[in-house]
T-cell receptor, first 113, second 113 residues
Framework: GNSVTQMEGPVTLSEEAFLTINCTYTATGYPSLFWYVQYPGEGLQLLLKATKADDKGSNKGFEATYRKETTSFHLEKGSVQVSDSAVYFCAPLFRGSARQLTFGSGTQLTVLP | GAGVSQSPRYKVAKRGQDVALRCDPISGHVSLFWYQQALGQGPEFLTYFQNEAQLDKSGLPSDRFFAERPEGSVSTLKIQRTQQEDSAVYLC???????????FGDGTRLSIL
């Protein structure tokens, strides 16, 4: 069946550190892939997306590449800021009759000054 | 407004009461989704509308949950005879169509006493 596995948190980094949050999926087809971010007290915001293999989504210094071979969509940022502190969700949109996003469990990121 | 609007932001109810949560999607968005997010977890799908048609309600946890979108715009999620386990954040999302990214509201935090 279809599923998503996301690196568990919490993750605590110092400002300007490198960030990687792992996300892998299991699917019968090729899903579209999304990362959403949830800042404290706010709703989910789309961070970036990729719809086919080898696509790279990028936004606000964050990047993720759709890797069909490893069924992964890891989120990376070269230099995190305090303002990046939030919860990050990997969310595939699996093909077929289902149209809803399937969310990972979320990774809490705290960036210290 | 420009984004998805949900009301109320917070709702406290006593066990056994009925509640109604409102979602005002982005104008022109055909698809509308409801998700439930428990504390510390990723959102989980409840139901999906395409215009006024409810095409998928497989995620509704019980027959106490009911959703409607009578004119293909505003949607209401109703929970009858609330239970403590219904306490969660209820998120609404809309998209132009099934293949476009979903845009989320800030959610309604429901607390059942």
């Amino acid at each position: 069946g279809n599923s998503v596995t996301q690196m568990e948190g919490p993750v605590t980094l110092s400002e300007e550190a490198f960030l990687t949050i792992n996300c892998t999926y299991t699917a019968t087809g090729y899903p579209s892939l999304f990362w959403y971010v949830q800042y404290p007290g706010e709703g989910l915001q789309l961070l970036l997306k990729a719809t086919k293999a080898d696509d790279k989504g990028s936004n606000k210094g964050f990047e993720a590449t759709y890797r069909k071979e490893t069924t992964s969509f890891h989120l990376e940022k070269g230099s995190v800021q305090v303002s990046d502190s939030a919860v990050y969700f990997c969310a595939p949109l699996f093909r077929g009759s289902a149209r809803q996003l399937t969310f990972g469990s979320g990774t809490q990121l705290t960036v210290l000054p | 407004g420009a984004g998805v609007s949900q009301s109320p932001r917070y709702k406290v109810a006593k066990r056994g009461q009925d509640v109604a949560l409102r979602c005002d999607p982005i104008s022109g968005h055909v698809s509308l989704f409801w998700y439930q997010q428990a504390l510390g977890q990723g959102p989980e799908f409840l139901t999906y509308f395409q215009n006024e048609a409810q095409l998928d309600k497989s995620g509704l946890p019980s027959d106490r949950f009911f959703a409607e979108r009578p004119e293909g715009s505003v949607s209401t999620l109703k929970i009858q005879r609330t239970q403590q386990e219904d306490s969660a954040v209820y998120l609404c999302a809309s998209s132009l169509d099934d293949n476009q990214p979903q845009h989320f509201g800030d959610g309604t935090r429901l607390s059942i006493l």
